[in-house]
């Protein structure tokens, strides 16, 4: 007769309005059992913190699966992404990568981004290097009424190009183009979920606000932006190796910290499916 495993989730706060740091063992994650607990506590507390879990690609690949639907990577169907700066060890990626280093959600050109992405430190920097998130369900709830009346239904532009001028603000048009290529995407800039919650979308690839000036439309970005990644909404994860954190990408924004470039840090990343577009 088959033994029934009967485990149980736990796990204490990083933080009041973000974070909780989970504190079962790698047998545990893997058997499947709790991941009804983790994907419940996961939209709850916008990211996860397995410290030095220690999962190998295949585990992290295995306990990814437990969870939802592994999304492999668009661009070469891997299963694991690495995701580092260094030039040497992922030619192609590096330069995208930059615009990693200020406040996004994934998915932004996509109708359903994807649900959550899980990040495993292999090698941690030298300096510098760690990965902040912020929660931008709390960040909205906490707002003032007559403030939430006034963005509820504003509609947003979003692009890659935005993000490149935070890293190269004087590009040259062929390579302004190039970005520019992938297109834009009209966004609401509060998300109604099918949950009933509700959550900022904003980051690096807002490029713009419909209806407003250029004047208005930088207040209101930057202003959402400062907001949300305040203090009380934000937590940044110093990295040991070993350690894996995992996000809700439809309910967190998240960056990774300066690092020097040529320090060899590396991550491996795997995602789930989205489900839920950000309109419905
Ligand atoms: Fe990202």
């Given at each position: 007769m088959a033994t029934v495993l009967k485990f149980k989730l736990a796990a204490e706060d990083l933080k009041p309005r973000i974070g909780s740091?989970?504190?079962?063992?790698?047998?545990?994650?893997?058997?499947?059992?709790?991941?009804?607990?983790?994907?419940?506590?996961?939209e709850q507390r916008g990211i996860l913190v397995f410290p030095q879990i220690n999962f190998s690609d295949a585990e992290q690949i295995a306990f990814t699966k437990t969870l939802g639907t592994f999304a492999p990577e668009a661009t070469d169907g891997e299963n694991i992404t690495k995701i580092t700066l260094d030039t040497k060890a992922n030619p192609g990626a590096a330069e995208y990568l930059k615009g990693s280093l200020y406040w996004h959600i994934d998915g932004t050109m996509n109708q359903v981004p994807i649900l959550a992405s899980l990040l495993s430190c292999k090698v941690p920097a030298t300096w510098g290097g760690n990965t902040g998130f912020c929660n931008t369900y709390a960040a909205w709830d906490d707002l003032p009424d007559d403030r939430k009346a006034e963005l509820e239904n504003l509609r947003t532009v979003h692009g890659v190009w935005p993000t490149v001028m935070y890293y190269d603000p004087e590009p040259s048009l062929a390579k302004l183009k190039g970005m520019q290529s992938v297109g834009e995407n009209e966004l609401p800039l509060v998300w109604k979920h099918k949950s009933g919650r509700k959550s900022l979308v904003i980051g690096c690839t807002t490029q713009r606000v419909l209806g407003k000036t250029a004047m208005e439309s930088a207040q209101i970005i930057h202003g959402l932006r400062e907001w949300a990644t305040s203090e009380q909404f934000s937590y940044s994860h110093e990295w040991s190796v070993g350690d894996l954190v995992m996000w809700d990408n439809t309910g967190t924004m998240h960056r990774a910290e300066a690092y020097d470039s040529e320090c060899g840090r590396m991550m491996h990343r795997t995602k789930l499916k989205g489900d839920e577009p950000f309109e419905g």
């Open positions: 740091r989970i504190l079962n063992s790698k047998e545990e994650l893997l058997s499947g059992v709790l991941a009804g607990e983790i994907r419940e506590l996961l």
